[in-house]
């Protein structure tokens, strides 16, 4: 649905915002947001490590593409290398987590991979390669250095999809691979995402207040929002190891209810930026000033994204702020 809703719409946002591009390898950047709806929709539809891998590899390729579409400008250049190096040493991580339980299984398919009979060191380290793969893709602190770079530079409809679906495409890939692969949970793996998730909130937040550029600042609410995300998913992680483990599932909702709320909040976000930088010709917001008289519509959608990523009362962000509240309420008691 996340998959779905993001495309469709910044889909029908780019039809127009592209028209920028005429002139500019517009028919290959075309081609190229079309062929990354679709290695993400294969990444869902994976069903063993081969077609995973190739589908994941395939998103990794054509997202550099679009960062570097406008190659001509160095800092787009340069982001856009910085981001496909990093982002496979996050395959690589990933690969490697998946042959160490894929030698014990006898099978890479995905039915048979969880299967095998692994030992407690396997199981550990599996378990730490990937989930740095997965976190440097979901740009958790502090593999997040590729993020508010690849973010300014590429075309803000690609922005928005790289932020609103592919960095929860992350945590489908950790969540999948912990529940189905690794066997009975362990308390130090939740422990340890539920504590690399808040540091990567409060960090990414932080790093946002510093920010004059306006992608820029939404990147950094991308790694904010994620670390509250895989918060809550650690929290969820950790109460399956408690007696009440059916609680867990509010933990699980959370962050799931979360990702739906971000990714509809920040593709929003990075659509009505791309809409202020095409008027301005500018990114830095320090010279900005009284544009809702004169792009009214565009202000009305920033307060609409603005309010829910603040989680004010009436918005989705507030709804997931609820969850996570309740969670982390039970999480407290228990402990």
């Known amino acids: 649905m996340i998959t779905g809703l993001a495309g469709t719409v910044t889909s029908i946002y780019a039809w127009g915002y592209a028209k920028s591009y005429l002139g500019k390898r517009l028919r290959l950047l075309g081609g190229l947001w079309n062929a990354f709806l679709l290695s993400m929709v294969l990444v869902l539809l994976a069903a063993d490590v081969f077609s995973f891998l190739l589908a994941w590899e395939l998103m990794a390729v054509v997202s550099f593409l679009l960062v570097n579409h406008e190659a001509e400008k160095k800092a787009a250049h340069n ?13 690589a991580a990933i690969m490697i987590a998946f042959l160490m339980i894929g030698s014990q299984a006898g099978s890479l398919d995905f039915s048979v991979l969880g299967q095998g009979v ?12 990937a989930f740095a793969g997965f976190a440097l893709k979901a740009g958790l602190l502090p593999l997040h250095v590729w993020l508010p770079n690849a973010h300014p530079a590429a075309p803000s409809h690609v922005s928005a999809l790289m932020s609103g679906v592919m960095l929860k495409i992350a945590l489908y890939g950790f969540g999948r691979f912990v529940f189905q692969f690794l066997g009975p949970m362990e308390f130090w793996w939740g422990a340890f995402v539920l504590v690399v998730g808040l540091l990567s909130a409060v960090l990414g937040a932080l790093y946002a207040q510093m920010e004059k550029d306006i992608k820029r600042i939404l990147a950094y609410s991308s790694v904010e929002n994620m670390g509250i995300i895989f918060g809550a998913f650690g929290c969820g992680m950790v109460l399956m190891t408690t007696p009440r483990h059916d609680y867990a599932l509010i933990g699980f909702l959370a962050a799931v209810v979360h990702s739906l709320n971000h990714s509809v909040m920040k593709s929003l976000l990075f659509m009505s930026a791309g809409a202020v930088m095409h008027a301005t010709d500018s990114k830095d917001i320090e010279k900005m000033g009284g544009l809702g008289k004169l792009m009214p519509w565009t202000a009305v959608f920033t307060l609409v994204g603005s309010m829910g990523l603040s989680a004010l009362p009436l918005t989705g962000g ?6 996570r509240t309740a969670e982390f309420c039970y999480f407290g008691r228990q402990q």
Request: no cysteine; aromatic share 12%.
């Open 79 to 91: 982001a856009a290398y910085q981001y496909l190096v990093m982002t496979h040493i996050g395959t």
């Open 118 to 129: 692994l030992s407690d060191n396997v199981r550990n380290a599996a378990f730490i390669t």
């Open 318 to 323: 507030f709804v997931g702020g609820v969850a």
